[in-house]
């Protein structure tokens, strides 16, 4: 028996569910009441309402998604036994990374080693990378208005801009015009035709271009939800040097699994530059009809022992 842990609203843990059927217990955070735990010194038992059960002797792998889970604060009592249940998991969780740590597939803990400034220092080993700077005086950032833009490292939404947070996409600016005293991530702004999206997954590449004519702005994130760029990105074979480098990038990284984000020059991708990986990156979108092949390989990878 897997154990997915995941969030309610999370449709690839749907599909993931669906394909692995009475072989997975899906655990959604914010709905912790709606399973029981036991964890003691002989062993750890979780339980669901269907009757699906995991133990020390019985688990799997763990199929790690990214739970967005809001649990609301009031009552109080509430929202300190999510924190309750979730530390037992978690701990249950270490236990198995320390006896079998393959048993994770996608390990948040290891991949934050992976941070966004190693990713381009060991990118630029391989492939073309944009000069960048992160700091908190732009001001002083040598470089014209025409050529600069600025996002977020860690893709947090801000707290009190609106009833959705709103994020810091990839944006032209003008870093005179930026404060001092914040911190800013700088990078030279890129004109190509298409992005360039590979999923990594243990070792096979999986890969899709989209044409930048098809959104305005800088990046297609913004687009999402629109049909236009939703149903526009094509399955693409990459050239044998790209996946080589490519491969270099994630084994010096120590990932397995990651979507791995690039600017191309042309459709052929014979012409790239390096933005980041995300090292537990969305990916259904890009195998909606499950005929790719893409999503096979995932939850093969997923399972693999």
Avoid at 51 to 64: F, L, Y
Avoid at 148 to 155: A, E, F, R, Y
Avoid at 236 to 249: A, H, V
């Amino acid at each position: 028996m897997h154990l997915l842990i995941s969030s309610v609203g999370d449709v690839t843990s749907d599909l993931i569910c669906e394909r692995l059927a009475e072989d997975v217990l899906r655990l959604n955070w914010e709905r912790w009441n709606e399973y029981s735990i036991e964890l003691d010194k002989k062993g750890f038992r979780i339980a669901d309402c269907f009757g699906r059960v995991v133990t020390e002797k019985t688990i799997g792998n763990i199929i790690w998604r990214k739970p967005v889970a809001t649990v609301d604060t009031e009552p109080g009592e509430f929202w300190y036994c999510f924190h309750e249940f979730k530390n037992a998991v978690e701990s249950i969780i270490s236990q198995i990374r320390l006896e079998n740590q393959r048993k994770i597939p996608i390990d948040p803990l290891l991949n934050a080693t992976a941070d966004k400034f190693k990713q381009l220092r060991v990118a630029s080993q391989h492939l073309t990378v944009p000069p960048w700077r992160f700091t908190t005086t732009p001001s002083k950032h040598i470089g014209t208005s025409a050529n600069v833009v600025t996002k977020s490292v860690t893709g947090q939404p801000i707290p009190g801009t609106g009833d959705f947070s709103k994020v810091i996409y990839t944006t032209t600016v003008d870093p005179t015009e930026l404060a001092d005293g914040f911190p800013w991530f700088l990078q030279q702004e890129i004109q190509a035709t298409h992005d360039l999206t590979v999923v990594y997954v243990g070792g096979q590449h999986f890969a899709f271009t989209l044409d930048r004519n098809l959104f305005s702005g800088m990046d297609w994130r913004k687009s999402i939800g629109t049909d236009e760029v939703d149903e526009s990105w094509q399955a693409t074979t990459l050239p044998k040097e790209l996946t080589d480098s490519l491969s270099n990038i994630m084994n010096a990284l120590g990932l397995r699994f990651g979507r791995i984000d690039l600017l191309a020059f042309n459709s052929s991708c014979d012409d790239v530059v390096f933005l980041e990986v995300n090292p537990n990156g969305q990916w259904a979108w890009l195998d909606p009809f499950l005929e790719n092949g893409l999503f096979d390989a995932v939850v093969d990878f997923l399972i693999s022992r």
